[in-house]
């Protein structure tokens, strides 16, 4: 081979060298670190495609072709994990490791608190960004969620009150059964046998309860005060609870006004109205209101029924006779101080 041969081979090897070394560089630059960081929500079901997408668009990748690429070729585009991510533009690779089981998806913890309605927590779901009004529409028509023993058409009451931690990504269905499984967590076999030995169904044992949570200052009234309902529900005697007619009318119970004419409304749930438990709960009971139902206190020290209760100065006033009830009523609520 001629000098000038030898010369012009070894000039294209250099040049083909160097042009490799220049894409490899640049593929290296393309797929290196950006120094942003962004939230981003990588969908169930997405492909490594719509993913390198999602993360060039927020500026955590220079090349969502290469990083796709990456991903098929190195098995890591089928263990993609879904969910919300809070990301460094750290490089393609870590960003394939944190995608693929190497950063757990943002989470939302949630408290429920006892005693308050599905709206409430309908609230509460939308206030840290979820789908609160999807949520409360399968409450109120859930088809195919319901169980057996929800008697009403709301799932209100079942809709167990504790904290919960959810994926962002969460669906309203989801969070629902999430709350369902923790209140079936409450029917144990010892509690079904108590239903049945007090002759209750659930959805009996639910509604009282969720009165006897909303009327209790405390937990230990509980039984106290599911014991005079229990009592009163027997003789055939009307509730007369307030937090029926506040819930009838979509009010808290400071907003009750008896010159209104709140505890003369028409509706099934006012117990001042109607005897018997309302149609359904009021709002979504703790165990310790459950539990009282199925644990009341129905009588005094001599074995008389409480049959009146009331609240006055931070107490529980217990009663087994109206006339006494009306006595301490004068003595201690509508007394001077």
């Known amino acids: 081979m001629r000098e000038g041969s030898r010369r012009w081979l070894w000039r294209g090897v250099v040049a083909l060298f160097v042009t490799f070394a220049l894409l490899l560089f640049y593929a290296l630059w393309l797929l290196g670190p950006t120094g942003k960081e962004a939230t981003v929500r990588i969908p169930r079901g997405a492909k490594g495609q719509e993913v390198a997408r ?74 840290v960004g979820l789908d609160g009004d999807g949520f409360l529409r399968i409450v109120q028509e859930p088809g195919a969620l319901r169980p057996p023993y929800v008697e009403g058409r709301s799932l209100e009451g079942y809709l167990f009150p504790a904290t919960y931690t959810f994926d962002l990504l969460v669906t309203p269905e989801e969070v629902v059964r999430a709350l369902l499984r923790r209140f079936e967590a409450e029917l144990t076999p010892p509690v079904r046998r108590l239903l049945e030995e007090r002759g209750l169904s659930v959805h009996a ?92 206190v129905r009588t005094d020290p001599r074995g008389r029924p409480y049959l009146y209760f009331f609240h006055a100065k931070g107490e529980l006033f217990l009663n087994t006779t109206f006339e006494a009830h009306l006595e301490d009523l004068r003595l201690h609520r509508y007394s001077s101080p």
């Open 54 to 127: 999602i993360l060039e668009e927020a500026g955590l990748l220079r090349s969502g072709y290469l990083f796709s690429a990456y991903l098929r070729f190195s098995g890591r585009a089928k263990r993609l994990v879904p969910g919300v991510y809070r990301l460094k533009g750290d490089g393609a690779f870590r960003l394939a490791r944190a995608l693929t089981g190497g950063e757990r998806p943002l989470t939302v913890t949630l408290t429920f608190p006892e005693g308050e309605r599905a709206v409430d927590y309908a609230k509460r779901l939308s206030q």
């Open 205 to 296: 044992w639910v509604t009282l309860a969720s009165i006897v949570q909303a009327e209790a200052g405390s937990q230990k009234e509980m039984p106290y005060i599911a014991g005079v309902f229990l009592n009163r529900l027997e003789r055939g005697m009307p509730l007369q609870a307030d937090p029926t007619v506040a819930y009838a009318l979509g009010k808290r119970l400071p907003e009750l006004s008896r010159k209104a004419g709140d505890f003369a409304h028409d509706s099934p749930y006012n117990t001042y109205r109607y005897a018997g438990l309302p149609p359904g709960p009021i709002g979504n009971p703790g165990r310790e209101a459950l539990l009282a139902v199925l644990n009341p």
